[in-house]
């Protein structure tokens, strides 16, 4: 071989291992590759105007303030990747240090920071996809009720269903074909809660871009759960751990990420919430109204009681009284006109009427008395308008006028009146009527 054809094979040996170094290069950085962040609250939150609340470092009380029973945002950056390969990741958190709880179990990643934007200042492709979380049992047999439908949720990607069979070239599992069983798959708990333990699943999804972000919440321990002193709040240091343990692939590249960790510090933790619930409030609008002032009166109320009582009977007993007839006799009664004697001076006259008999009662008349002046004779007549048995009366002065014959002229006078009187009576009872006994 002469000089010229070695110096042709050393340019030839150049250009391969020239060619074998730019592979490499090229092999090199299209390596897939995941970085794990965690959202800071304070101030702002890690929305979509806010992607540097992403952080990559740890959470402090000079970033961040979550309450026992919240949720703490996670996303897993994935880059690098080859559409239509399927990839897996390891996730891990510490859920209790010393027998208090941290993070006891994952939730999704807005359920506390509802604007939180996972694909914030990242290139996201679509499709979003969700994938549930399931109840741990290592929580709920403990008597903690967990947040009920939660779930992971993924940016350019999709999560296959169990029973799924992949092609394996890479690094996803040992063989040339992996079967998913379950995705996430079943929980590991590493440790025990009576001291430090972690809890870690395996989530399973498909490459739609070569950029996929992978989100979640995880749910900060509280006392309302675990009990005074067994919560969050009550351990010191930094012992909000969460991680991606392992990254594989199912391509020939092989996908390694290490370990991806994030801690928070408890100072970022604050007392738990109390939430008081009120029932709903009703508003209801009147409608303008005018007002009148009333005077304001008394009113008094009469309660007017009325008695009922039972009908009263009352018998009245007429009682008659039979008299027996009375018969009043009365006795005779006799009646005597004495005779009255006048005496005259110088002479004597008498007059004698007969006693009279009768058995009726007598009346006496009203006697009218005519006085006669100068003393002259009087005669007196009962009156003939009275009924009267009576006799009549005569008055004769003490004297009388001379006569010459003393004694005569009285007689005479005397005779001739008694004459006089007696003719007269029967006409003074014709004239009175009808005599009774």
Same mark, same amino acid.
């Given at each position: 071989?002469?000089?010229?054809?070695?110096?042709?094979? =050393?340019?030839?040996?150049?250009?391969?291992?020239?060619?074998?170094?730019?592979?490499?290069?090229?092999?090199?950085?299209?390596?897939?590759?995941?970085?794990?962040?965690?959202?800071?609250?304070?101030?702002?939150?890690?929305?979509?105007?806010?992607?540097?609340?992403?952080?990559?470092?740890?959470?402090?009380?000079?970033?961040?303030?979550?309450?026992?029973?919240?949720?703490?945002?996670?996303?897993?950056?994935?880059?690098?990747?080859?559409?239509?390969?399927?990839?897996?990741?390891?996730?891990?958190?510490?859920?209790?240090?010393?027998?208090?709880?941290?993070?006891?179990?994952?939730?999704?990643?807005?359920?506390?920071?509802?604007?939180?934007?996972?694909?914030?200042?990242? $290139?996201?492709?679509?499709?979003?996809?969700?994938?549930?979380?399931?109840?741990?049992?290592?929580?709920?047999?403990?008597?903690?009720?967990?947040? #009920?439908?939660?779930?992971?949720?993924?940016?350019?990607?999709?999560?296959?269903?169990?029973?799924?069979?992949?092609?394996? $070239?890479?690094?996803?599992?040992? =063989?040339?074909?992996?079967?998913?069983?379950?995705? #996430?798959?079943?929980?590991?708990?590493?440790? =025990?809660?009576?001291?430090?333990?972690?809890?870690?699943?395996?989530?399973?999804?498909?490459?739609?871009?070569?950029?996929?972000?992978?989100?979640?919440?995880?749910?900060?321990?509280?006392?309302?759960?675990?009990?005074?002193?067994?919560?969050?709040?009550?351990?010191?240091?930094?012992?909000?751990?969460?991680?991606?343990?392992?990254?594989?692939?199912?391509?020939? =590249?092989?996908?390694?990420?290490?370990?991806? !960790?994030?801690?928070?510090?408890?100072?970022?933790?604050?007392?738990?919430?109390?939430?008081?619930?009120?029932? #709903?409030?009703?508003?209801?609008?009147?409608?303008?109204?005018?007002?009148?002032?009333?005077?304001?009166?008394?009113?008094?109320?009469?309660?007017?009681?009325?008695?009922?009582?039972?009908?009263?009977?009352?018998?009245?007993?007429?009682?008659?009284?039979?008299?027996?007839?009375?018969?009043?006799?009365?006795? #005779?009664?006799?009646?005597?006109?004495?005779?009255?004697?006048?005496?005259?001076?110088?002479?004597?006259?008498?007059?004698?009427?007969?006693?009279?008999?009768? $058995?009726?009662?007598?009346?006496?008349?009203?006697?009218?008395?005519?006085?006669?002046?100068?003393?002259?004779?009087?005669?007196?007549?009962?009156?003939?308008?009275?009924?009267?048995?009576? !006799?009549?009366?005569?008055?004769?002065?003490?004297?009388?006028?001379?006569?010459?014959?003393?004694?005569?002229?009285?007689?005479?006078?005397?005779?001739?009146?008694?004459?006089?009187?007696?003719?007269?009576?029967?006409?003074?009872?014709?004239?009175?009527?009808?005599?009774?006994?």
């Amino acid at each position: 071989m002469n000089h010229q054809a070695g110096r042709r094979l =050393a340019a030839l040996f150049l250009l391969l291992v020239a060619a074998f170094a730019v592979n490499d290069q090229l092999l090199v950085s299209a390596k897939s590759a995941v970085s794990l962040d965690q959202c800071a609250n304070l101030g702002s939150t890690c929305d979509t105007a806010n992607p540097s609340q992403w952080q990559n470092g740890n959470l402090g009380s000079s970033n961040s303030h979550y309450s026992e029973g919240e949720s703490v945002p996670y996303r897993a950056k994935f880059t690098d990747l080859s559409p239509g390969e399927m990839y897996s990741a390891t996730i891990q958190w510490d859920t209790t240090k010393q027998g208090k709880h941290a993070i006891d179990y994952l939730t999704g990643v807005a359920r506390t920071e509802t604007t939180a934007d996972p694909c914030s200042g990242v $290139t996201c492709v679509a499709p979003v996809s969700t994938l549930a979380v399931p109840l741990d049992s290592e929580v709920s047999g403990r008597g903690v009720t967990q947040v #009920p439908g939660q779930a992971f949720r993924i940016d350019g990607g999709t999560f296959p269903a169990p029973g799924a069979s992949i092609a394996n $070239t890479g690094n996803l599992c040992g =063989a040339s074909t992996c079967t998913v069983t379950a995705n #996430p798959s079943a929980y590991s708990l590493t440790g =025990a809660y009576t001291g430090d333990s972690s809890t870690s699943t395996t989530v399973y999804f498909y490459a739609v871009g070569t950029t996929v972000v992978l989100s979640w919440g995880g749910h900060v321990a509280s006392q309302a759960d675990w009990g005074a002193g067994s919560s969050a709040s009550s351990i010191a240091g930094s012992p909000y751990h969460m991680r991606v343990l392992d990254f594989a692939c199912s391509s020939v =590249a092989n996908c390694s990420a290490g370990n991806e !960790d994030r801690s928070m510090s408890s100072s970022a933790v604050l007392p738990p919430v109390t939430t008081t619930t009120l029932p #709903p409030t009703t508003t209801t609008t009147i409608p303008d109204s005018t007002t009148t002032t009333v005077v304001e009166t008394t009113t008094t109320t009469v309660v007017e009681t009325t008695t009922t009582l039972p009908p009263t009977t009352t018998t009245v007993v007429e009682t008659t009284t039979t008299l027996p007839p009375t018969t009043t006799t009365l006795p #005779p009664t006799t009646t005597t006109v004495l005779g009255t004697t006048t005496t005259v001076a110088g002479s004597t006259t008498s007059t004698s009427v007969a006693p009279t008999t009768s $058995t009726s009662t007598t009346v006496a008349p009203a006697v009218t008395t005519t006085t006669v002046p100068g003393g002259d004779l009087q005669v007196i007549f009962p009156p003939t308008t009275v009924p009267s048995d009576d !006799d009549f009366f005569s008055l004769f002065p003490d004297s009388l006028p001379s006569t010459g014959m003393p004694g005569f002229g009285f007689g005479l006078v005397g005779a001739f009146l008694l004459l006089l009187g007696v003719a007269a009576l029967p006409a003074a009872r014709r004239r009175r009527g009808p005599t009774r006994d």
